[in-house]
């Protein structure tokens, strides 16, 4: 059974930093792309940013230069540093295997003053 947890999420001021985890159990996680999308209320859950096995990496063109995606395979381990926060930020933030249907149970991030 694999499970995807994740954690680091909180209220921040506008301009803020936050830095969420998303620890992975079971064998796949090595061999598999990895996402963070995010669900605004009232909003269809969204793509933020994702990194292929190799490292490679995407991201949604409205967090491109804020956030950075990256992945730590020997601690079956993907994390997003989100910096500049903005309060359009403010979201749920799950953690996926790309391509399958495993997700995590979500991180709530809130950008306020």
């Known amino acids: 059974q694999v499970q995807l947890v994740e954690s680091g999420g909180g209220l921040v001021q506008p301009g803020g930093s936050l830095r969420l985890s998303c620890a992975a159990s079971?064998?796949?996680?090595?061999?598999?792309?990895m996402a963070w999308y995010r669900q605004a209320p009232g909003k269809e859950r969204e793509l933020v940013a994702a990194?292929?096995?190799?490292?490679?990496?995407n991201y949604a063109d409205s967090v491109k230069g804020r956030f950075t995606i990256s992945r730590d395979n020997a601690k079956n381990a993907v994390y997003l540093q989100m910096n500049s926060l903005k309060p359009e930020d403010t979201a749920v933030y799950y953690c996926?295997?790309?391509?399958?249907?495993?997700w995590g149970q979500g991180t709530q991030v809130t950008v306020s003053s």
């Open positions: 079971g064998s796949i996680f090595s061999f598999n792309a």
């Open positions: 996926k295997i790309r391509y399958t249907d495993y």
């Open positions: 990194i292929t096995s190799g490292g490679s990496t």
